[in-house]
């Protein structure tokens, strides 16, 4: 698979890493306008590099559900036209508003994901891309409930974290649970384990049905 | 939409260059479902084109977030904290003056005065007094002070309900392993939910025994297992002998509670988890 324009392979720091242009938000290493899109923590990013088509393109509308301190949405910002970021913990909401400080396509949203008629009034309809990765019980539920927002040929891309689901279960048994819920309302065509960078996390790029 | 009215969006009804109306828009409005906001916008001339309706979007997003960020943050762990000093206070006053009445009340009325000695029956014999009719001015004074007594006891009750309820919000994790009244004087104990992510675990573990802690220090006595996570069900059911290491791990789990909860605010069950496994294995040593 190719990477999405704005995002490529880059020489930075003597090492090949996947990079994208813009203003530096967490430490990350730069090289001249780009700045490494380090996998280890960023879902998205991981995806990417496992070559994964998450659906992410320039002029693009992107819907970005548990955002945290703005790390990966201000990546994802980097290539697409308008992100809305929501995430509802207050201490990195103050992050990911310094990030949005930085990129005027950033709209941060502090709003409960699990509840989107309480921001359905602001984030647009047609949504190309819908990110979702939210440590709460009932991740199929909450890309159910936002569903409404994706174009009908939109992608979603989802971070599945067996632990927030059940701590107990075996995660390849949560997974299974939570795709067959997904499947009420999305078609799935990739999935993978984020492993070893991202312990007992399942990435899933669906489409809606 | 079953009442026949369109979803409204957050620019509808206000001015594009009132900035407190439209951030006040977001944090409160709702719509069913999403629509073309932008090609509505532009349509109803709230904005020349889409690209200065996101920039307005944008400013009042950024306000909106801000205000309620500070709203939500206005140091709920002080808040607790107070809560909680507060109703330790109150169950010191109310005890107090409950010994008073029991001395008072016997002197009046005759009997014991409930006086077993402990709290319970002190706030449940000034309930027995609080419902006499007094037949004289000594009585009145009696009587009026039982009610003080019944009404302490209430607010001790009301912020106790308002620590439990409030303590899983401060701090998910750390409410979740030690117990919302449990959390609440750890976090109390340390000053704030920050200095308490800051602290080692070995501190967590003795925090409330400060007293012990120092005569330790001064080659006064052995080092004290546990402070006030004595209370917690997994120091506490533990046999002696292994209480020191079931506080060792209650306290490290607590610790790490505390810094995810500061740090990231995200609950994260797999401590609890842990921490159970642990809790077994400890108390399964004496078993075999």
Known sequence: MTLPEGVAYREIDGERRLATRGEPVYGEPTEGEWRAWVAARSKVGAMLDREMDVGLSPGGTVLYLGAAAGTTASHVADVADVVYAVEFAPRPTRELLGVAGDRANLIPLLKD????????????????????????????????????????????????????????????????????????????????????????????????? | MTDGTADRGWFEGVAADDLEGLARAIREGSAERPRDWPALAVEAGFADDEAAYYDCLQAAAIDAASAATSERERAPDQQL????????????????????????????????????????????????????????????????????????????EALRAFVEAEAPRVAPNLAAIAGPMLAARLIALAGGLEALAKKPSSTVQVLGAEDALFAHLQGRAPSPKHGAIYVHEYVRGTRPEDRGSAARALAGKLAIAARVDHYSGERKPEIDAELEERIDRIRSRGES
């Open chain 1, 113 to 209: 994901a699990r509840d989107p008629g309480t921001y359905a009034h602001v984030v647009e309809s047609g949504i190309d891309l819908l990110v979702q990765d939210v440590a709460t019980r009932g991740q199929a539920e909450v890309a159910l409930a936002n569903r409404r927002f994706l174009a009908d040929d939109g992608r979603l891309a989802l971070s599945i974290k067996a632990r927030s689901e059940d701590v107990t279960a075996a995660p390849e048994a949560v997974f299974g649970d939570v795709l067959d819920r997904l499947r009420e309302g999305y078609e799935i065509l990739d999935r993978e384990r984020l492993d070893p960078l991202h312990e007992a996390h399942l990435a899933v790029v669906a489409a809606p049905r």
């Open chain 2, 81 to 156: 904290v107070h809560a909680l000093r507060a109703a330790e206070d109150l169950v010191e006053t109310t005890n107090e003056l409950a010994e008073r009445l029991a001395e008072w009340g016997a002197s009046a009325f005759g009997g014991t005065g409930g006086a077993t000695g402990d709290a319970d029956s002190g706030v449940a014999y000034a309930h027995e007094v609080a419902a006499r009719d007094p037949g004289d001015p000594t009585e009145e004074r009696i009587v009026a002070i039982a009610g003080r007594v019944v009404d302490l006891d209430a607010e001790r």
